[in-house]
């Protein structure tokens, strides 16, 4: 403590103690110079007893509300948060905190509206809950180094380089094989297992997620059915054939799996840039297919489906480029909320629970219109009271007025009395 603080504490050193009267000083002092406490909340509040005291002693002091900045909308809010369902408290495990920007110009005051959001923390993934703290740890360091980095990128560039030089031979189809099942896979995977488990559930509970992974499946699906027709013919030998349905299988699960990592940026701790970048990679490679498949790719190799029973045909072009449209919609959604929602989820939704009741609680215009009302009654009571005070003031005056003219009679009589007996006494003299 400085000495400045030292000499605006009094402190008892008998007792170690420092009083009531002092402490509030000091933190008016601080309130002055223009220090909060915020980030000392909930140690504060436990210090006091917890939330439930302050809340009794806040409502058992009769001048609190008046004093409170926001009055009645504040008690309003305090008594919904009360009556929230307690299975929503017991299902939602998470800590739901207030994060809002005072210096945000589109927030005019906290009761415009509320930010609500959600603590993540890193030890706290879905890989802690299946290996444990320790194996967790160990797993994240591992896939975390440098070296499993460089090898992931250098295998990544190698394979864009090869498919373009050695494309459509075994070569290629066993080189896929092994760098899907031993590199990127396993990455993906790891990436996937490494989100905050709270927030993953947050994040599968919600219909973009499911919608994305659908199409991803579906799409992929489709295009195995399409690479295979096409490439694979009756001259090709049958391990080629093997390979290369193989290959189209773990591409299929490892571009779904990816769908799902880039949905899951919400849970895990991935700069903005970082989420901008993939998930507008994401949606130009989708539109690239788009129109590759709609607009490019030969008649030749279309697969056509005869629908005898409705007379109509389906192309398998077709419906893989309307695919890759669906998941390019999703990913420029989600590119677009991460660029321009700093810090804020782009899948997650906040969905508050919804009852009616028979007492509704009393909007701001009708507390306007009684405060009005109380307003008017106490002016016609302060009114009627000032009547009736004059009324008593003016009844005591004629009061007094009465009793000093009956006194006046009353020693003008006396006056009087006294004036007719010297009379008499002069006459008999």
């Not at 460089?150 to 031979?169: A, H």
């Not at 391990?239 to 769908?259: D, E, V």
């Not at 008017?376 to 009736?388: A, F, L």
Request: glycine letters at 2%; hydrophobic letters at 40%; charged letters at 25%.
């Amino acid at each position: 403590m400085d000495k400045q603080d030292q000499l605006a504490v009094q402190i008892d050193y008998n007792t170690n103690t420092i009083s009531r009267e002092s402490l509030k000083k000091f933190h008016n002092k601080q309130l002055s110079n223009g220090v909060k406490n915020d980030e000392n909340t909930l140690q504060i509040v436990n210090l006091l007893g917890g939330i439930d005291e302050i809340l009794n002693n806040h409502l058992d002091n009769p001048n609190s509300n008046r004093n409170h900045p926001h009055g009645q909308n504040a008690i309003n809010k305090i008594y919904q948060l009360l009556r929230t369902p307690q299975r929503y408290q017991q299902q939602n495990k998470l800590k739901p905190v207030t994060f809002i920007n005072d210096k945000d110009k589109n927030i005019k005051s906290k009761e415009d509206h509320d930010n609500f959001g959600y603590e993540f923390t890193e030890n706290q993934t879905v890989l802690h809950s299946i290996f444990g703290e320790k194996a967790a740890n160990k797993i994240l360091k591992i896939f975390s180094s440098k070296p499993v980095r460089i090898m992931f990128y250098l295998c990544f560039v190698s394979w864009l380089i090869l498919v373009f030089v050695f494309s459509e031979t075994l070569f290629i189809e066993m080189y896929e094989v092994s760098v899907l099942s031993v590199i990127f896979i396993p990455n993906l995977t790891f990436w996937l297992l490494s989100s905050n488990r709270d927030g993953l559930k947050l994040i599968i509970k919600t219909f973009e997620f499911w919608i994305k992974i659908y199409y991803s499946l579906y799409v992929h699906t489709l295009g195995c059915i399409y690479y295979h027709h096409r490439d694979v013919s009756d001259d090709k030998p049958y391990i080629y054939t093997t390979i290369n349905l193989t290959s189209s299988i773990l591409w299929i699960f490892a571009l779904t799996l990816w769908t799902a990592v880039i949905s899951s940026f919400d849970a895990m701790n991935v700069s903005r840039g970082w989420k901008v970048f993939f998930c507008s990679l994401a949606a130009v490679s989708c539109i690239m297919y788009s129109i590759e498949y709609q607009f490019l790719s030969d008649q030749k190799d279309d697969i056509i489906v005869h629908i005898k029973a409705t007379n109509s045909i389906l192309s398998f072009q077709s419906l893989i480029a309307d695919a890759y449209s669906v998941l390019a919609i999703f990913f420029m959604k989600q590119a677009f909320f991460a660029y321009s929602r700093k810090g804020r989820a782009t899948i997650i939704k906040y969905v508050p629970f919804i009852k009616w009741i028979d007492n509704p609680i009393i909007t701001m215009k009708q507390l306007a219109d009684n405060n009005r009302n109380d307003t008017t009654k106490n002016e016609s009571r302060e009114t009627k009271d000032d009547e009736t005070e004059m009324c008593e003031i003016t009844v005591k005056r004629c009061e007094m007025k009465e009793k000093n003219e009956t006194e006046n009679d009353i020693s003008t009589d006396e006056d009087k009395s006294s004036d007719d007996s010297d009379d008499l006494s002069s006459v008999k003299l």
